[in-house]
């Protein structure tokens, strides 16, 4: 894992932090960009859990559910505190094989558990516990999104032998991730803007959901996001 420079002081999460739980399918890219987040703020605890067997979304649903709800459960959803489950994945080949269904699935149970369990604490509607975070092709349009308003030209990334050669590409010197996470706000409002659904309801082309964690994630650090950008 990439080590971030020291533009502040990491700060400790609090007892009763938020935690924002995150099963990606990658072992570098996302825990690199995640890590950017951690100790930023006392109020958000964010934990990155990559994959031990696979990238198989339906792997990454084992992994979870050993991780969470397993006899040796390491991990343990808060609902005070409003902790989160993220699934961060790629389409890939899983659309077509009909392995991404099943993590929505999954989701939506916990969802429906947590429904009932956040009834102990407030009478408000409960919130979404678990969510997946699809990006098509991969992780790297949510890269783009940092820099760029406007989706990609097909023809520009055909010429590429990979979407990620294409954003590394496009993004001078590449995505630093030591910096470039700090631009978090634009990254938010460039994906929501080019967001569209297929008829699956699955994120169409050049689109990416992980806009929704960035969200989440940004509530709890954006005024120190804004001091360590004026630092960098």
């Not at 960009?33 to 859990?49: P, R, T």
């Not at 969510?131 to 991969?138: D, K, Y």
């Amino acid at each position: 894992m990439i080590t971030r420079r020291k533009y502040y002081e990491k700060l400790q999460p609090t007892k009763d932090a938020h935690k924002v739980y995150i099963v990606c399918e990658g072992k570098g890219t996302e825990p690199d960009y995640f890590a950017f987040f951690e100790g930023l703020s006392s109020n958000l605890e964010v934990v990155v859990i990559p994959p031990e067997d696979g990238s198989d979304p339906m792997k990454l649903k084992a992994l979870a559910e050993s991780k969470f709800f397993g006899d040796d459960s390491k991990f343990r959803i808060d609902y005070q505190a409003h902790d989160t489950l993220w699934f961060v994945i790629d389409t890939d080949s899983w659309e077509r094989e009909g392995k991404i269904s099943p993590l929505r699935r999954f989701c939506s149970s916990i969802n429906s558990e947590g429904a009932e369990a956040w009834k102990k604490y407030s009478e408000v509607k409960p919130y979404s516990v678990c969510n997946v975070a699809q990006s098509n092709p991969s992780f790297e349009i949510w890269l783009y999104y940092h820099f760029f308003e406007d989706r990609p030209v097909a023809e520009d990334v055909e010429s590429h032998p990979s979407f990620k050669e294409y954003v590394n590409s496009v993004i001078s010197g590449g995505f630093d991730f030591q910096r470039d996470p700090a631009r978090l706000e634009a990254a938010i409002a460039n994906s929501k803007a080019n967001f569209i659904v297929d008829e699956a309801s699955s994120p169409d082309l050049y689109s990416t959901e992980v806009y929704r964690l960035g969200e989440e994630i940004l509530g709890f650090v954006n005024k120190n996001l804004e001091r360590l950008r004026n630092k960098m």
